[in-house]
Nanobody, 120 residues
């Protein structure tokens, strides 16, 4: 059974930084690409960043240059380093695992989500 467990969310001031982590169970890292999605109140869930098994990355335009996705295959963990945070980054962030496609992933498994709030 695949499990994705996120951590690292919280409250941060505008301009601050957070790092999200997602620990995956099983052999997920050998099978799937990984990604981070987010969903703000009243909005659709959107892709923030994705990373393939070979560590090629893709980012939403709104986070390019501020967020960095990475993966540690030895630890079965994917990270999202978020810098220069803005109030519009406030959302529940979800870790995802799925099949690689051009520009993203087809999600097969979701984490439970972690809240990120950017506010002064």
């Amino acid at each position: 059974q695949v499990q994705l467990v996120e951590s690292g969310g919280g409250l941060v001031q505008p301009g601050g930084s957070l790092r999200l982590s997602c620990a995956a169970s099983g052999s997920i890292f050998t099978i799937y690409a990984m990604g981070w999605y987010r969903q703000a109140p009243g909005k659709q869930r959107e892709l923030v960043a994705s990373i393939t098994r070979s560590s090629s990355t893709n980012y939403a335009y709104s986070v390019k240059g501020r967020f960095t996705i990475s993966r540690d295959n030895a630890k079965n963990t994917v990270y999202l380093q978020m810098n220069s945070l803005k109030s519009e980054d406030t959302a529940v962030y979800y870790c995802a695992a799925g099949l690689e496609i051009a520009g993203g992933i087809v999600v097969r498994h979701w984490g439970q989500g972690t809240q990120v709030t950017v506010s002064s």
